[in-house]
């Protein structure tokens, strides 16, 4: 008999040859297991440390270790703050070693679109197994037709309001909130509102605000439109209003800044995710209100007020991305496909509690939004919002003055005493170096 090399027999029997038999997630549901893939090969993945730990627990160790064992994979799970996650990748990138899927916010996907595999079959597969992608997954996730990052799901930007300081609901306009904020923070309890240089709360409010007066950074054929009366104004209401109204300290925040605000006691409102409340509500006899009562009872959300040109929102996408230097791209798309199937989702999706909404449309009805009233408004934020670079595409060039802050920096600079019209003009002036237009 002649002998068969271990090399040659893995050749023969092992991922590639399986693979073929294996019809993605519909098959792997069927049959109970993923495909068989090679058995030292290892998947790392790189995440954010969750709002909500309850999230990465249940990743790392229940659907981690259950995908290990149904792939034949290992997995190196890691999580980092989630402004280290573009640092992350871009170093990754240049030294063409790293993270095998790397999770992304927003648009930024196409800031590194040369350098990431395709995804398409992966995501195709699993948005026809689940209603559909929204426009907003779509924006943030492909280019040029393909899928070059995998959607995740939506963090949805809501206020969270203390219910006993807004007994007639959420204001309906900037005006309105202004005025509640100013006689809020008279009695010590201001609206609270992070601004520093991080990549959630401060940008999904200073973006809708811009929109909201009827400026944009460009406008829909890609030209450079933020030097406007309109963008004037916006800068002009925020930088009043943040001496009326605001907590001052916001301009030293970050994405946690404003929640432990919030849970101290010591602001009205902020915009967030669900991130604040569900806190409250994991922990009732830490978290109470100046009278002694439960604050997960004094809490509800609405979307951001209106300005003189419309309502908008735009809320943190989440996404996992592959970088062409992976050697383990076939397990890695395994690893996707395993997390992406309705029985896993589900797991995660629950156990956030409404913190991410899915970014296909088949969850829309999930008990999850019926469960819990409080976080009912976040069921459509797929439907609502729209994306960095609006009413213009969320390309690269976008990414990149979002990724820069210059949209939040502008509002801030205004803050901080410099005239709205030289903030204004001073970043129209930046935007034109990256647009070229």
Not at 55 to 65: G, Q
Not at 298 to 312: N, R, T, V, W
Not at 390 to 416: C, R
């Amino acid at each position: 008999m002649s002998k068969i090399s271990r090399r040659k027999f893995l050749k023969t029997t092992g991922g590639g040859a399986v693979a073929a038999k294996v019809g993605g997630v519909a098959a792997i549901l069927a049959a109970g297991k993923g495909p068989a893939l090679a058995q030292a090969t290892e998947v790392h993945m790189l995440r954010w440390n969750d709002f909500v730990p309850a999230c990465d627990e249940l990743m790392r160790k229940k659907l981690m270790v259950e995908a290990e064992k149904a792939l034949g994979i290992k997995v190196k799970y890691e999580t980092v703050n989630g402004n280290d996650l573009q640092p992350r990748i871009t170093s990754s990138i240049q030294s063409g070693a790293g993270p095998d899927l790397i999770m992304l916010f927003n648009n930024n996907p196409h800031l590194y679109k040369a350098s990431l595999v395709d995804l398409s079959d992966v995501a195709e597969e699993v948005g026809k197994d689940q209603g559909g992608f929204y426009g907003i997954s779509k924006g943030n996730c492909t280019s040029g037709g393909k899928f070059i990052a995998m959607p995740m799901a939506i963090i949805g930007a809501m206020t969270a309001y203390r219910k006993s300081l807004f007994p007639n609901g959420a204001p309906k306009t900037w005006d309105e909130y202004r005025a509640a904020g100013k006689e809020l923070k008279a009695k010590g309890m201001p609206i609270g509102q992070s601004f520093g240089q991080s990549f959630g709360d401060p940008p999904t409010f200073a973006y809708p605000l811009l929109w909201s007066f009827g400026g944009s950074e460009i406008d829909a054929s890609g030209k450079v439109s933020l030097n406007s009366k309109e963008t004037v104004e916006a800068v002009k209401w925020m930088a009043s209003a943040w001496k009326e109204s605001f907590d001052e300290g916001g301009l030293a925040w970050d994405d946690a800044g404003n929640n432990r605000a919030f849970l101290a006691g010591t602001i009205c409102a902020t915009l967030n995710g669900g991130s604040i409340y569900i806190e409250t509500t994991r922990k009732p006899d830490q978290y109470k209100t100046a009278d002694g009562k439960p604050l997960k009872d004094d809490i509800f959300h609405g979307p951001l007020p209106a300005g003189p040109k419309g309502q908008y929102g735009m809320h943190t996408y989440t996404s996992h991305v592959m970088p062409t230097y992976s050697k383990n791209q076939k397990a890695a798309k395994e690893l996707l496909k395993f997390i992406h199937t309705k029985a896993n989702y589900e797991q995660w999706f629950e156990t956030g509690q409404g913190f991410y909404t899915p970014g296909t449309t088949g969850w829309e009805s999930h008990k999850v939004w019926t469960a819990n009233p409080v976080m009912a408004p976040f069921a459509v934020a797929g439907k609502l919002g729209a994306t960095p670079g609006h009413p213009g595409e969320p390309n690269a060039k976008a990414a990149e003055v979002l990724s820069k802050y210059l949209i939040g920096n502008m509002f801030a600079a205004a803050m901080k005493g410099t005239k709205a019209e030289d903030a204004v003009a001073s970043t129209h002036a930046e935007l034109v170096k990256i647009y070229g237009a």
